[in-house]
């Protein structure tokens, strides 16, 4: 998101400052996936921002006569209310707008979570190589060997989904996938010339890890975080459609289609339009995560 | 060949460790135990009757090691919920798995493969794109959305198919391509990208001066060579393949392994729970060892190091 935020030079009597997230912006800007992946997410955010200046009605407010109504532009639908209303008769438009912030929290979290442990452990196994690498490495597979939404699903089963449980379980199911990379990318620097003179001019390990190794990596970095951003919604997603993510009244995407699951011969749109917000923003992290890509490193075809 | 197959085997060891002591521990991670399976106003004799029958009055270290011997002989104990052993509610509810993933597995097979062969090969073409927008949409969709929709287009609008249940083929349709989709993506998209790697390769530009038809290079020669990749994938889907089982299964109402685990979860059974996990876990590790098996019967040049 930093990249969106930069602000614009002007640039007339200046020979360019060229710095690299400028450069990524402005391809991403002239690629239709990009812009599109971008314009969802800023939506999105938005809705998650401030929820109240988009929703039309109160995501809570209930009502007995406007059960189950389908969608406005239906046969049967009430004015006002978009997108119908589910089995308590809240508007359903109102729900989606609201779940966003609930949806981009946790998986927002769970992604610094996840990203802070891989990237030391990845940092600290790369640099140091030998037994420490070993171990961690082991780690690495014994994690990256199970089924871990399973276990995921049964320990916030145990310990209550509560938000910062949900946080905390979700980073640490994902931080091998981030120590991972992170260890390709500190190996295939470690033996660069510039690491050799920083550790001449007598910079410590620690300075060269975080100061000289992490900002070369980090584009490799910020492209993975996309990718996982999309894993992280479709779990906080599977999680509350099983009951064990946020608890009601709050919404929830994955909860919304489940309260709808038991209505679907009699109204259908409950289930449905949730899923299409969760479809959207797993596919725009997607496709900004493969246009960062490419715009960082345009050689590459990656097919 | 013995030796190797022995050392991968030792090389499980630790990883099936871990999942003992995570299973293990699911039951003492939020303290005492005897407050997630006894009701609050249990008095304190009863519980410390229940600490001693069930060896919870025993140093932790004790408990782990009896939880293992019992676990390694397939002894969870009784489900709570249904006095039955927790091993045989497993079992029992394998075949229906077995028939749902196994189905989805061929028919992501049957699909992936070849949408990826034909999307490198006819690259950047209509069938090309098709295949691309369809794998991102398919990576984009969360299999329990999948499922619920085409349960309200071909059970609730068209009336074609049931909505759940377990029964004639026709129950199976719906939760196999379900579960099926996001590793129809991934196989394909995998395929698409070894294929193309090979299909630059030398040994196929020979063979097409040789005269091999082109079908044949590219089906044959060139897939071969490609599915070994491909094969790593679709072992480590296993995984996702489980996950899928357990959200399908409880979409459709289908009466398998995945269902349970929810429904033990859900009533905090919690000797099935860790029945189902360490079953979850032997079946992963025992796919990825016979895929790694495979490779060698793919690819002379990997040797049994």
């Keep these: 998101m930093t990249i969106a935020t930069l602000p614009l030079q002007n640039d007339d009597d200046l020979p360019p400052r060229r710095s690299l997230s400028r450069i990524v912006l402005k391809r991403l800007l002239t690629k239709p996936a990009a812009v599109f992946g971008l314009v969802i997410i800023l939506l999105f955010v938005a809705f998650a921002l401030v929820p109240d200046l988009f929703s039309p ?11 189950l109504k389908p969608p406005s532009f239906l046969d049967r639908g009430v004015d006002g209310y978009l997108l119908g209303t589910d089995h308590l008769g809240r508007d359903t438009l109102s729900r989606i707008i609201h779940g966003a912030r609930t949806t981009l929290l946790v998986s927002l979290f769970a992604v610094v979570v996840s990203a802070v442990v891989g990237i030391w452990a990845g940092l600290v196994a790369g640099f140091f190589g030998g037994k420490t690498d070993a171990v961690i490495l082991r780690l690495i597979d014994m994690q990256l060997a199970f089924p871990v939404v399973l276990l995921v699903i049964a320990i916030v089963a145990v310990v209550g989904p509560s938000l910062t ?3 905390v379980l979700m980073g640490l199911s994902a931080w091998p996938r981030f120590a991972r990379i992170v260890r390709g990318s500190v190996l295939s620097v470690r033996g660069l010339e510039y690491i050799e003179a920083a550790r001449s001019i007598g910079a410590g ?12 990596i980090l584009s490799a970095i910020i492209v993975y ?18 009951g064990l993510g946020v608890q009601p009244p709050t919404p929830t995407w994955g909860g919304m289609i ?12 409950v289930s449905l339009f949730p899923g299409v917000a969760i479809a959207l923003i797993i596919l725009a992290f997607n496709l900004l995560g493969d246009e960062i890509r490419d715009a960082l490193d345009p050689q590459l075809s990656h097919d | 060949m013995l030796q190797y197959v022995a050392r991968r085997l030792i090389l499980t060891l630790p990883v099936l460790f871990g999942i003992l002591l995570i299973s293990f521990m699911l039951t003492h991670i939020s303290g005492d135990p005897t407050d ?18 069930h060896g919870l009055d025993q140093p932790i270290w004790v408990q782990f090691y009896q ?3 019992h676990a390694l002989q397939g002894d969870f104990g009784n489900s709570l919920r249904f006095n039955e052993p927790a091993t045989k509610l497993v079992l029992e509810r394998l075949g229906a798995t077995t028939e749902l993933a196994v189905t989805a597995m061929l028919l992501a097979i049957l699909v992936g493969v070849p949408a990826g062969v034909i999307a490198a090969y006819r690259r950047n073409t209509a069938a090309d794109v098709a295949v691309r927008t369809i794998t991102l949409l398919g990576q984009a969709v969360p299999s329990f959305y999948l499922g619920i929709l085409t349960i309200i287009i071909f059970a609730v609008w068209l009336r074609w198919l049931p909505s759940g249940g377990r029964g004639t083929w026709l129950h199976l349709i719906l939760p196999a391509t379900t579960l099926a989709l996001n590793l129809v993506a991934l196989i394909a998209r995998t395929t698409r990208s070894c294929m193309l790697d090979v299909l630059n390769q030398d040994y196929i530009r020979t063979a097409r001066a040789k ?11 060139a897939l071969r060579n490609a599915f070994i990749p491909v094969l790593t994938v679709i072992g480590l889907q296993v995984g996702l393949l489980m996950g899928g089982v357990v959200v399908t299964e409880t979409v459709f109402s289908w009466p398998g392994v995945g269902r349970l685990a929810i429904q033990a979860i859900y009533a905090r059974d919690f000797p099935v729970v860790q029945a189902v996990v360490l079953f979850f876990a032997l079946i992963f590790v025992g796919v990825n060892l016979i895929v790694d098996l495979l490779y060698a019967v793919l690819d002379p040049r990997i040797g049994y190091r």
């Design chain 2, 36 to 53: 997630l399976i006894l009701s609050p106003d249990t008095p304190d004799e009863a519980r410390e009757l229940f600490r001693r029958k």
């Design chain 2, 67 to 69: 939880f293992c011997v």
């Design chain 1, 258 to 269: 489940n309260d709808g699951k038991n209505y679907l011969s009699i109204s259908w749109a």
């Design chain 1, 225 to 242: 975080a996309s990718f996982e951003l999309a894993r992280m919604i479709l779990l906080e997603a599977t999680l509350s459609f099983l």
């Design chain 2, 211 to 221: 005269g091999l038809g082109e079908s044949w290079i590219v089906w044959v020669h």
């Design chain 1, 205 to 216: 390990k620690l300075r060269i890890m975080l100061r000289h190794i992490l900002p070369n």
């Design chain 1, 165 to 167: 449980n949900l946080i």
């Design chain 1, 57 to 67: 009605h109160d995501p809570y407010a209930q009502s007995l006569i406007r059960r």
